[in-house]
T-cell receptor, first 115, second 115 residues
């Protein structure tokens, strides 16, 4: 079945460092891809998404490009801040046999940014 | 617009008991999904309800059940609780469009501890 694999954390960076969180997926067809972020004590919130190959999602300085050839959707940010400390989840939409969709999430990558 | 609300926020139960969790989606959203979040497994999909009907189901035992009311509010029930059911239970609402591109809006979760 479809699946998402994320790099294991935690990832610890200094403020203003460059961030990459790797995400690869296995899917039949052409799923949409998502990054969600979970701040401490909160639920997940959408960070960005891409719905077709070569699409680039971006938000709050974060970017990710839908790479069909490498089945990847890596999250990047040029300069992280302490406030970016959170858990990041990669996800994809999985089309079911009935034609509806459910969402598959990776296990999450914890990011800690030090001042 | 009010966000997704979940009640209660915290629950402590003992093995063998049952529990009911509640989720109120964003106004106008017809789809409600439930997830179990644990440190080792990340987010695991439980089920999705759309217009009072279960539309998708994950790989959880029959002890986990749910329902949705005509106002789109949803409840999740777990019977005969086991220690392994201790987790954060997240509810997410969306428009429910059959395109796989829906953004899911998450509540803060209910933290269930089974003793």
């Amino acid at each position: 079945g479809n699946s998402v694999t994320q790099m294991e954390g935690p990832v610890t960076l200094s403020e203003e460092a460059f961030l990459t969180i790797n995400c690869t997926y296995t899917a039949t067809g052409y799923p949409s891809l998502f990054w969600y972020v979970q701040y401490p004590g909160e639920g997940l919130q959408l960070l960005l998404k891409a719905t077709k190959a070569d699409d680039k999602g971006s938000n709050k300085g974060f970017e990710a490009t839908y790479r069909k050839e490498t089945t990847s959707f890596h999250l990047e940010k040029g300069s992280v801040q302490v406030s970016d400390s959170a858990v990041y989840f990669c996800a994809l939409s999985d089309r079911t046999t009935s034609g509806t969709y459910k969402y598959i999430f990776g296990t999450g990558t914890r990011l800690k940014v030090l001042a | 617009k009010a966000g997704v609300t979940q009640t209660p926020r915290y629950l402590i139960k003992t093995r063998g008991q049952q529990v009911t969790l509640s989720c109120s989606p964003i106004s106008g959203h017809r789809s409600v999904s439930w997830y179990q979040q644990t440190p080792g497994q990340g987010l695991q999909f439980l089920f999705e309800y759309f217009s009072e009907t279960q539309r998708n189901k994950g790989n959880f035992p029959g002890r986990f059940s749910g329902r949705q009311f005509s106002n789109s509010r949803s409840e999740m029930n777990v019977s005969t609780l086991e220690l392994g059911d201790s987790a954060l239970y997240l509810c997410a609402s969306s428009m429910g469009q059959p395109s796989g591109t829906d953004t899911q809006y998450f509540g803060p979760g209910t933290r269930l501890t089974v003793l």
